[in-house]
Nanobody, 116 residues
C-alpha cells in the first residue's frame, strides 16, 4: 500500500533552516510528481511546493518562493523540502502528498515550529 512518512520537523528560531524528508513506498516513486503542503492551526491546508517526476520542474507560492526548495532522490524514494529564512508564519504541520489514479494520499505530517 502507498505509504508516505515525513520527518525532520523541529522547533527553530526565526531566520533558521530545516530540511524535511518524505520517505515513500508502495508505488513507483519515479513515475509521479509530488507535493508538499502545510496546515497551520485554524487554517486550511495550503500547497507550498511541487516537483515533477525527475525533478526538472518545481513550483512555489509567493509566500515561500526563494526560501523553500523542493527536491527528490528517486534512487532513495525520498522527497525533501529545504527551508531557510524561516518565519513564525511558517509554523505548521507539513505533509507530503501524491495523487495516484485520482486518489490523494497523505503522510502523517511533521511539525515545524518557528519561534524565539
Amino acid at each position: 500500500q502507498v505509504q508516505l512518512v515525513e520527518s525532520g520537523g523541529d522547533l527553530v528560531q526565526p531566520g533558521g533552516s530545516l530540511r524535511l524528508s518524505c520517505a515513500a513506498s508502495g508505488f513507483i516513486f519515479s513515475d509521479y510528481g509530488m507535493s508538499w503542503y502545510r496546515q497551520a492551526p485554524r487554517k486550511e491546508r495550503e500547497l507550498v511546493a511541487t516537483i515533477t517526476t525527475a525533478g526538472g520542474s518545481t513550483t512555489y507560492p509567493q509566500s515561500v518562493k526563494g526560501r523553500f526548495t523542493i527536491s527528490r532522490d528517486n534512487a532513495k524514494n525520498t522527497m525533501y523540502l529545504q527551508m531557510k529564512s524561516l518565519k513564525p508564519e511558517d509554523t505548521a504541520v507539513y505533509y507530503c502528498n501524491i495523487i495516484i489514479s485520482g486518489r490523494r494520499y497523505w503522510g502523517q505530517g511533521t511539525q515545524v515550529t518557528v519561534s524565539s
